[in-house]
């Protein structure tokens, strides 16, 4: 059997187009341009890519893009106090700050400092609260992209046997608490997960958020099951100088075999991501000025 690719690329596109549309609509009836403001501290390659992308497809889907670089060795006080400014600035409606920060920064204490209704990551601890407990949150955008694709491809996910690898603050837990809310049976797996490849074998559902290029091979998986590969790993390049390959954290070549359907990287989840982020900077706009939500833009 050869899986169904699911095409997370051409689907981030259609959802960067609805948000344009509502953006022109916010424009043309209410003279309001959704603001987006990304703060990235320090030189990290992988960031820089997304940073990249994400600024040139907000000014894409008609919003305003706010970049603000910082060096590596911007003490945590600056950095509060920029998130401070942004907190305040009318025309900034979306604040994210690229994760990792370096090492002498709290980024607990800055993701904190964010106002709750400008965290279109969904990482304060509020957000996190309102999704656990089932109220109107920001929904973190990468498990948010993977809950649409999911929908999209099932329609209901109610009952289906969800198995999320990776337990982190961004990814694999929100994601678990998304396909809770949508009534799958959540199991979480983790480095310490004992006979992993038995616990991925039950699931419908895998989604891979663990950051070992293709950890989870075609054996680990039950005939059918769809895999949302969330990794992007970038190989040690063939020659040097050379830019070595993205690879996910599912191995494609033989999860394909198996699967009923899956995510490629890239091409998959990343651009999901982005879309997301505009998708919540939407919707933080909407609820700032008291308009109707998009609808099916968010959780
Ligand atoms: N496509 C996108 O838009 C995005 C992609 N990513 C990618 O997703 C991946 C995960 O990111 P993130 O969640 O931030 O990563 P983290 O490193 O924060 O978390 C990784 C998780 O995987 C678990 N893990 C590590 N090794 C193993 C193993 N051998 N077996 C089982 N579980 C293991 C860890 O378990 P434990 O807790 O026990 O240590 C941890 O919970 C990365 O490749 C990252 O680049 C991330 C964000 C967005
Ligand atoms: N506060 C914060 N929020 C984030 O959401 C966040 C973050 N920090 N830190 C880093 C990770 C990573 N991440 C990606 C998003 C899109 C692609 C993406 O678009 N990838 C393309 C390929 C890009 C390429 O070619 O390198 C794809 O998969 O097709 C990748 C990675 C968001 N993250």
């Known amino acids: 059997m050869t899986a169904q690719i699911i095409d997370g690329k051409a689907f981030a596109a259609e959802v960067r187009a609805k948000v344009a549309e509502h953006v022109s609509a916010l424009k043309a009836d209410h003279g309001i341009t959704p603001g987006l403001a990304v703060v990235l501290v320090g030189e990290d390659p992988a960031s820089q890519v997304y940073v990249r992308s994400k600024g040139k497809q907000t000014v894409e889907a008609g919003m305003e893009s706010f970049e603000h670089k910082l060096d590596v060795s911007t003490s945590e006080e600056d950095l509060l106090a920029l998130v401070d400014k942004l907190n305040n600035d009318p025309a900034v409606n979306g604040i994210l700050v690229q994760l990792p920060l370096p090492d002498h920064i709290d980024e607990e204490k800055v993701i904190n400092a964010i106002d709750p209704a400008k965290d279109v990551d969904g990482f ?15 929904v973190p955008c990468t498990p948010l992209g993977c809950l649409m694709l999911l929908r999209d491809h099932f329609g209901s996910l109610s009952g289906k046997e969800a198995v999320v690898v990776g337990r982190s603050n961004i990814v694999g837990k929100p994601m678990a608490q998304l396909l809770l809310r949508d009534s799958c049976t959540v199991t979480i797996a983790h480095s310490r997960t004992k006979d992993i490849e038995e616990v991925v074998k039950r699931a419908d559902i895998v989604i891979a958020a663990v950051g070992r290029p293709e950890m989870v091979t075609g054996d680990w998986l039950k005939k059918g099951a769809v895999v949302i590969d969330v990794g992007i790993n970038r190989l040690p390049p063939a020659e040097e100088g050379a830019k070595g390959k993205l690879v996910g954290d599912v191995d494609f070549a033989s999860a394909s075999q198996v699967a009923g359907a899956i995510t490629p ?11 997301c982020l505009l998708a919540n900077t939407l919707t933080a706009t909407c609820r700032a000025n008291g308009l109707p939500e998009p609808e099916g833009l968010t959780a």
């Open 124 to 138: 304060h601890i509020s957000n996190v609260g309102l999704l656990a407990t089932g109220q109107k949150a920001m």
């Open 265 to 275: 990287v890239p091409g998959g989840v990343g651009p999901m991501t982005i879309a």
